[in-house]
């Protein structure tokens, strides 16, 4: 398998790249100062919307966007690289508006909106203005076996009414974040497929309430957080529908093969940016008379380090090629596998670099911690690990 890209593509990694190094890496604690001086830590530190705009002038925007971008018209395979570069920082993804879970909902608006619900809500989150939150996980039933979804989608005349107890909403918290993508059920008597829709539901519905927001490890992710969210007797027209009533399920079906590499894409770059700052840090760090570059313990985990990059990069831009060439559907056995593999060489690299730092490594000095704290969720959110695994031993025995 080639790894070349077209001349297109490698300029605008060269752009992205410059980009990163000159705005984004030196602004991350521009960023966590802002958030802290605010009046809260949910309102918007001002520089990221300076940084957006800078993005946005140079034409580094909506690059996640299959054949959106009119010049680039980029390929899941061309992406790759450009996602890595602004999976680097946690700040970055926005920067570029490529960040979840706004990327996943643009491409179903995209792909499942009508002409009013793309007015209404995709242009404004393509131009950066808004964010949305995708809401589908419920704290009382498994939700990574999406069947088991209770919030209820009753019609009502020309309305539907809303009830149901959400959590793990990403971006929910955020005063940007105007629209839901709300998963439920519509029909429980129909197949155990066709019985969920999707309704867009305006955050400032009455009845729509933000319970509290949920820390990963102790992070707030603010000002994006995680919701825990109750909707009690919302009410939306029923022109709200994505698509068409029963179609909940294949629609989140279609958004998770996009998400789930752009995730693996991203986890790929914070571990580069992890073995980048152990090898830094391991050349000018002395402990008992020599740098700890010098020591042949730290050159095995440094080459334990890239091996695992490298393959989990080979092994993304394979599933890459075969959504691109093949679609998704037939590619679910390599996007099943990358979700499993690149976290696992994620959290592995970073912790490593942890190891390095010593006690450093753990604060908020650098970026360690919060990467980690990051990689970790991935084996749970988007199906845990034991589901693809499954899949994948299934696919296989098929095979
Ligand atoms: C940081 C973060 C952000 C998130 N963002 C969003 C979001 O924006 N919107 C949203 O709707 N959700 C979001 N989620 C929720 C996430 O998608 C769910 O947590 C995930 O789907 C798992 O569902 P659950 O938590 O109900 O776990 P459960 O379904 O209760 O599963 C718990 C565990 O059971 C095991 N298990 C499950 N199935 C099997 C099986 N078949 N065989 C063996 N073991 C199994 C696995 O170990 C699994 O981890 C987010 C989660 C996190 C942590």
């Known amino acids: 398998m080639h790894t070349i890209f077209s001349e297109g593509v490698e300029k605008l990694k060269q752009d992205v790249e410059s980009f990163m190094e000159e705005f984004v890496y030196p602004n991350e604690s521009v960023y966590e100062k802002q958030l802290n001086e605010g009046n809260s830590r949910w309102s918007i530190p001002p520089i990221i919307e300076e940084l957006k705009n800078k993005a946005k002038q ?120 105007k629209v839901a993508i709300f998963m439920g059920k519509s029909d429980k008597h129909a197949l155990k497929h066709e019985q969920q829709s999707m309704v867009l539901v305006p955050m400032d519905s009455p009845g729509v309430k933000i319970v509290r927001y949920l820390p990963v490890f102790g992070y707030d992710h603010a000002p994006i957080g995680h919701a825990e969210i109750h909707f009690e007797n919302v009410r939306v027209p029923v022109s709200n529908i994505l698509y068409k009533e029963g179609k909940g399920f294949e629609i989140a079906q279609a958004r998770l093969g996009p998400g789930r590499i752009h995730h693996c894409m991203r986890a790929i770059g914070a571990a580069e940016r992890a073995i980048e ?54 590619a679910r056995k390599e996007i099943a596998m990358i979700k499993i593999a690149v976290p696992r060489a994620s959290i592995n690299v970073i912790d490593r670099a942890i190891q390095v730092f010593g006690g450093a490594g753990v604060t908020e000095d650098f970026p360690l911690a919060a990467h980690w704290a990051n990689a970790r969720t991935l084996r749970i959110l988007d199906g845990p690990d034991q589901v693809h695994l499954r899949d994948i031993g299934r696919l296989e025995l098929k095979k």
Request: glycine share 6%; aromatic share 6%; hydrophobic share 35%.
């Open 58 to 177: 140079r034409g580094l925007w909506n690059l996640f966007l299959p054949n959106a971008h009119e010049e680039t018209g980029l390929s899941n395979y061309e992406y790759a690289p450009l996602c890595e570069l602004m999976g680097r920082s946690l700040i970055g993804p926005e920067v570029f508006n490529c960040n979840p879970p706004d990327s996943g909902n643009m491409e179903i608006l995209l792909r499942y909106g009508n002409h009013e619900q793309k007015e209404k809500w995709l242009k404004p989150l393509l131009a950066g203005e808004i964010r949305s939150c995708f809401v589908m996980t419920e704290p009382q039933v498994a939700s990574s076996d999406a069947t088991n979804i209770e919030g209820s989608i009753q019609r009502d005349g020309e309305e539907y009414v809303i009830n149901a107890k959400k959590w793990w909403s990403t971006g929910a918290i955020d005063p940007r974040c």
């Open 277 to 330: 700052l152990l090898c830094k840090r391991a050349k000018e760090r002395i402990a008992f008379g020599s740098t700890l570059a010098e020591k042949d313990v730290i050159k095995e985990i440094i080459a334990e380090s890239r091996i695992e990059i490298d393959q989990a990069r080979l092994l993304t831009l394979h599933a890459a090629h075969k959504m691109d060439s093949e679609g998704a559907k037939a």
